[in-house]
């Protein structure tokens, strides 16, 4: 069974500090991750997608990628109240069926405390 | 523009009701999917369209039946629906089916 697995939390982090929210994956062939948010209620909404080994950045969000490790991160700085939302980890690869398919994680519930 | 969109928003029915869900997207993305989602669990994948042909099939019960009239339109089609199956059904598109997926806001399904 392909995974991606993250911690649930929930992640509680100070207004104006780091919040970092890790995700691993099983499939070493996985060639694309992607980070969504997901406010209570509404759907994922996408905040990065990472393709290579590093770091990408977009404004306060930065997604790291380590395939050796077959981990991905993603950091939010200056963290804001409207950050508080659950962020889905996701990666995409060959499924056991052999079909192409993103693998969702269960999804990590961060709380941004003013 | 990223926009997905879903109709009705909100949808209660009966047990013997047959309705549809319905989903647009004028991206020109050639692969679109339908997710169901219960409270504090991912998105769990149902079907998958691509180029309008049925890719996937997550084995759904046949209670729920996908259709793709053309490119930019997707159907879900429910009949005989159970309780259970009360849940936020979305719609989602992409230019390939490993790259990025853009949801629509989703469907509130109840079956009493």
């Known amino acids: 069974q392909k995974e991606v697995e993250q911690n649930s939390g929930p992640l509680s982090v100070p207004e104006g500090a780091i919040a970092s929210l890790n995700c691993t994956y099983s499939d070493r062939v996985s060639q694309s991750f992607f980070w969504y948010r997901q406010y209570s209620g509404k759907s994922p909404e996408l905040i990065m997608s990472i393709y290579s080994n590093g770091d990408k950045e977009d404004g306060r969000f930065t997604a790291q990628l380590n395939k050796a490790s077959q981990y991905v991160s993603l950091l939010i700085r200056d963290s804001q109240p409207s950050d508080s939302a659950t962020y889905l980890c996701?990666?995409?690869?060959?499924?056991?069926?052999?079909?192409?398919?993103?693998?969702f994680g269960t999804g990590t519930r961060l709380t941004i405390i003013p | 523009d990223t926009e997905v969109t879903q109709t009705p928003k909100h949808l209660v029915m009966g047990m013997t009701n047959k309705k549809s869900l319905k989903c647009e997207q004028h991206m020109g993305h050639r692969a679109m999917y339908w997710y169901k989602q219960k409270a504090k669990k991912p998105p769990e994948l149902m079907f998958v369209y691509s180029y309008e042909k049925l890719s996937i099939n997550e084995s759904v019960p046949s209670r729920f039946s996908p259709e793709c009239p053309n490119s930019s339109l997707l159907n879900l089609h429910l009949h005989a629906l159970q309780p259970e199956d009360s849940a936020l059904y979305l719609c989602?598109?992409?230019?390939?089916?490993?790259?990025?997926?853009?949801f629509g806001p989703g469907t509130r399904l109840l079956v009493l």
């Open positions: 989602a598109s992409s230019q390939g089916r490993l790259e990025t997926q853009y």
């Open positions: 996701a990666a995409g690869g060959i499924s056991n069926f052999g079909n192409e398919k993103l693998t």
